[in-house]
């Protein structure tokens, strides 16, 4: 069984940055697909960036703000976010899966979610 424990949300103003870390156990970051995910209030699940083996996909929103890393030596994966702004305000959540994901940005190529950390950021 993998658990995901993410840390590192808070409250930040415009154009600030956070650095979400997800730390997984049962499992090694390295050998899974893991992908970031936020959902707001009444509004689905959606994508963030993801990462596996290499290989980084980022939603057009995170594009050239937010970067996507894994550390093996600490089983971690970190999203890193900069030039924050109020759209960017939601629950974030981390996300696993064992088996080859052909699109990190899908929802359903997860098995494995964390319970969030949540990112406010004001004007």
């Known amino acids: 069984q993998v658990q995901l424990v993410e840390s590192g949300g808070g409250s930040v103003q415009t154009g600030g940055s956070l650095r979400l870390s997800c730390a997984a156990s049962g499992s090694t970051v390295s050998s899974m697909c893991m992908g970031w995910f936020r959902q707001i209030p009444g509004k689905e699940r959606e994508a963030v960036a993801g990462i596996s083996f290499g290989t980084t996909a980022y939603s057009d929103s995170a594009k050239g703000r937010f970067t996507i890393s894994q550390d093996n030596g600490k089983n971690t994966v970190h999203l890193q976010m900069n030039s924050l702004n109020p759209e960017d305000t939601a629950m974030y959540y981390c996300?696993?899966?064992?088996?080859?994901?052909?699109?990190?940005?899908?929802?359903?190529?997860?098995?494995?979610w964390g319970q969030g950390t949540q990112v406010t950021v004001s004007s």
């Open positions: 996300a696993a899966s064992r088996y080859i994901c052909f699109n990190l940005l899908r929802r359903d190529a997860y098995a494995y």
